[in-house]
């Protein structure tokens, strides 16, 4: 009898379960059904804490209320606003009317993510979003260890825009990061590249890790 909610695959989302016996027998199930056949939930879907594999792709997300200034706190760790912290393995969400996470608020909240882009082969590349509302990009590539702004849109908006063209190393680890906020209304994100022979598309995941992968020696 609960109300269904829209969980994308490969994101871990906070979960509670509260529960109370009162006398006589005591034994809780936990289920789910939806995209998958009714069933109890899998163990190996349940952690404790966040779990980081090797080869896990995304960039690691900060996720704050925001006061209406659309400024990020000064401390990345402000207990004050911020509200969650985890990788996302994709950088293509559509709440609408929802939050970011179940129980988090729906409008007036910011992300900062970041991590590395890798890109196959060396080129101009040029980075976008759809963004409802504001979106920022910064890249490393280079420029005297200096950030790059590539995109800044950080203004009210529902639209796919494009940054400036840059060009990025193939096969090299280029820090990145991107910013967001949500004002009101619909929520939605998703994170873009062209050029260098790849049209519009949503950037391949396995461009982007949470943290620079060490080879190994020789």
Known sequence: SSTPVTLQAGQVVPIRIQYQDATGYAYAK???????????IPRDWLQTEVKATPAQYGLQGRYYTDDGSHNFPGNDADPLRLMMSRTDS?????????????????DNFMVRWTGYITVPS??????????????????????????????????????TVWGSATTLTGGVQIPITVDYFEHGGGAQFTLRVQGNGFTDQEIPVNWLTPKAVALPDA
């Not at 936990?30 to 069933?39: D, S």
């Not at 994709?90 to 729906?106: H, I, R, T």
């Not at 590349?125 to 950030?147: C, H, P, Q, W």
């Open 90 to 106: 994709k950088l293509n969400f559509n709440w609408g009317a929802s939050g970011p996470a179940p129980g988090l608020q729906e």
């Open 30 to 40: 936990v289920y789910v059904k939806g995209a998958v056949p009714e069933q109890p």
């Open 122 to 159: 060396t080129g101009s590349y040029t980075l976008g979003a759809t963004s409802d509302d504001g979106v920022r990009i910064k890249v490393n590539n280079g420029l005297f260890g200096a950030e790059n702004t590539v995109l800044n849109t950080w203004q009210d908006q529902a639209a």
